[in-house]
C-alpha cells in the first residue's frame, strides 16, 4: 500500500515536499517513482529512484529532486520553482518500468 | 522518446459486447515491454497487462493483451459493467522516460 501526503494549494515559485508511505512489501528492494496527472488530462511520468540512481521527466529536471528514507519506508518528492503547469494529482507508484502498485494520489495545484 | 498513439480515443459498447483497444508506438517497443492500465474516475490507475501480454495479479480473463513491435491490442472478450473507464498503455523498453498513451474512455453506448 502506497499512501501520499503533502499536497495543497501554493502560488507559482513556490516549493512543496510530497510524501509516501510505504507498507506490504520490502520497499528497499524496489524502484519507485512519482507519476502525475494533470485536470482531465492523461498520466505523466515525473521522476523514479532506484540502486542505479535517479531520473526526471524535461518538463521537472532541475526543479524536483526525488529521494528516499529506506528507513522510514517513505518516498519524498522535493517540488521547487512551481508553475501552474504543475497543477496535478501526483501519484506515488511502485516501480519505475511498469507500474504494479499505485497511491490514490496527492493533489498540487498552483495557482496565483 | 517512444510515442505511444491510442484508437480511438473513444469507444462506446454495451455490456457484453466485445471490446478492442489499440495502442501504436512511434518505433519498436524493446522486448515488448508494454502495459496496460484501467482508471475509473477519482481513483488511481489499476495494473491490467505487462510484457504486452502477460496479466497482472488478480486480473480476470476476460482481459487479455497482444501484440508487437509498434502496434499492441487490449481485448476485453465480454464487457461487465464495472470494465467502462479509461485504459492507458505504456511503454517501459526505451527510457527514461516511460510514456504512456493518452488514454482511450469505454463508455457504456
Known amino acids: 500500500q502506497l499512501l501520499e501526503s503533502g499536497g495543497g494549494l501554493l502560488q507559482p515559485g513556490g516549493s512543496l515536499r510530497l510524501s509516501c508511505a510505504a507498507s506490504g512489501f520490502t520497499f528497499s528492494s524496489y524502484a519507485m517513482s512519482w507519476v502525475r496527472q494533470a485536470p482531465g488530462k492523461g498520466l505523466e511520468w515525473v521522476s523514479s529512484i532506484s540502486g542505479s540512481g535517479t531520473s526526471y521527466a524535461d518538463s521537472v529536471k532541475g526543479r524536483f529532486t526525488i529521494s528516499r528514507d529506506n528507513s522510514k519506508n517513505t518516498l519524498y518528492l522535493q517540488m521547487d520553482s512551481l508553475r501552474a503547469e504543475d497543477t496535478a494529482v501526483y501519484y506515488c507508484?511502485?516501480?519505475?518500468?511498469?507500474?504494479?502498485?499505485w497511491g490514490k494520489g496527492t493533489t498540487v495545484t498552483v495557482s496565483s | 522518446e517512444i510515442v505511444l498513439t491510442q484508437s480511438p480515443g473513444t469507444l462506446s459498447l454495451s455490456p457484453g459486447e466485445r471490446a478492442t483497444l489499440s495502442c501504436r508506438a512511434s518505433?519498436?517497443?524493446?522486448?515488448?515491454?508494454l502495459a496496460w492500465y484501467q482508471q475509473k474516475p477519482g481513483q488511481a490507475p489499476r495494473f491490467l497487462i505487462y510484457?504486452?501480454?502477460s496479466r497482472a495479479t488478480g486480473i480476470p480473463d476476460r482481459f487479455s493483451g497482444s501484440g508487437s513491435g509498434t502496434d499492441f491490442t487490449l481485448t476485453i472478450s465480454r464487457l461487465e459493467p464495472e470494465d467502462f473507464a479509461v485504459y492507458y498503455c505504456?511503454?517501459?523498453?526505451?527510457?527514461?522516460?516511460?510514456?504512456f498513451g493518452q488514454g482511450t474512455r469505454l463508455e457504456i453506448k
Open positions: 505504456q511503454q517501459y523498453g526505451s527510457l527514461p522516460p516511460i510514456t
Open positions: 510484457g504486452a501480454s
Open positions: 507508484a511502485k516501480g519505475q518500468l511498469k507500474v504494479d502498485v
Open positions: 518505433q519498436s517497443v524493446s522486448n515488448n515491454y
